[in-house]
């Protein structure tokens, strides 16, 4: 039997392949947190904060706020370091996950760039 080492490299090396095979633009935030070598914790994780943080847009945006830059700040703060925040933002946008969040998030990074 292989040992486990090798096995694992194998795997790594089909998963390489399988990523080259993808198309990209069919689930690029998918695509990113492969890239990104997130364990499915991390990403448990990321999900729901970014399902917080639309409650809380939801919730200022009823309330009358117009100005969310602490949302991004808190975003872009927890973002895992191997996530580009305007990639990630992009991607998360492109899959149609939390939309008006992102998209709000999106227009104060072109206002800030």
């Known amino acids: 039997m292989e040992s486990l080492e090798k096995r694992v490299a194998k795997l790594e090396f089909h ?3 399988l990523m ?13 947190i492969i890239r990104a070598d997130l364990t499915k914790e991390e990403v448990d994780a990321f999900l729901a904060f970014c ?14 706020l117009t100005i969310f830059t602490p949302l ?17 933002v ?15 998030l999106k227009t104060l990074i072109r206002t800030i760039s």
């Open 15 to 17: 998963q390489s392949l």
């Open 20 to 32: 080259e095979m993808i198309d990209e633009t069919k689930k690029p935030f998918y695509s990113l």
């Open 51 to 64: 399902q917080e943080l639309a409650d809380q847009y939801e919730q200022q945006k009823a309330e009358g």
């Open 72 to 88: 991004l700040v808190q975003f872009a703060g927890m973002l895992h370091p191997n996530l580009p925040l305007e990639q990630t």
């Open 90 to 104: 992009d991607a998360l946008l492109a899959q149609q996950m939390f939309v008006p969040l992102m998209t709000e």
